[in-house]
Structures are given as structure tokens and as C-alpha cells.
């Protein structure tokens, strides 16, 4: 045997070992993408449920939404209505209520008033005679 096919023989070797770390590395790669499909099938089955729910979900909010939007204008119509009421009152009965009761405050201050003064001429008027006859 010669220094060259000494040398062969060992390339030969060196070359079997590195095919063999490279299978080693590929069948360990083979099981690693082998898991990850196995994961990502899973979490596939695991979202359809989910995607389901959340779309089950999505559609009950818009029916809630729908009616709030229906009460939220029956409340705009109701205080419209209010509003315009308001205004007719104030417009119909507001101006001649406000004379009435100023009238009416009025006549009761000039009735205390004459009163006072009454009770104010008799009480002199009494003093007066009680004076006199002493």
C-alpha cells in the first residue's frame, strides 16, 4: 500500500463520517419540521372554533348595535319632542303665567301693606285715646 492510497483511504473515511453527521443532522432536521407541522395542524384545528366564536361574537354585537342605533334616534325623536313642547308652554302660557304671578305678588304686598298700615293707625289712634284720658 502506498502513501497515496493510504491517504485515499483516510479521505475516504473523513468523507463517510461527515455523510453520517449529515444524515444524523438531516433526519433530526426531518423530525423538527415533522413537529412544527404536527403544531401548526393543531393550532389550525385549535383557531377554527375560535374564528367561529369570535365571528358568532361579532355578529351578536352588530344585532346589540342595531338596536342601540334604534333607541339612541327614538331618544333624539323624544327629546325633540320635548324641546317643542317646551317652547309651545313657554310661547302659550308662559308670558300671560308670569303677568298672573306677577299681579298676584303684587296685590298681595299692597293687601300686607295696607294691613300694616291699618293695624299701624289703629295702634295710634288707641294710644292716642289712652293718652287723653289720663
Known sequence: MSAGQIAALV????F???VLFL??????LGRTLD??????????ENTDPLLHGASDTITHVNTQLERVD??????????????????VFTATLGGPLVKTAAL???MSKAIKARRAAKAENGK???RRGRKSKR
Do not use: C, D, W
Open 104 to 106: 298676584s305678588y303684587g
Open 124 to 126: 295710634h289712634s288707641l
Open 23 to 28: 444524515v444524523i443532522a438531516l433526519v433530526k
Open 35 to 44: 413537529e412544527a407541522t404536527v403544531a401548526i395542524r393543531k393550532a389550525h
Open 11 to 14: 479521505a475516504a473515511g473523513a
Open 16 to 18: 463517510v463520517l461527515l
Open 70 to 87: 334604534g333607541i339612541t334616534s327614538n331618544v333624539q325623536t323624544v327629546s325633540g319632542n320635548a324641546s317643542a313642547l317646551s317652547s
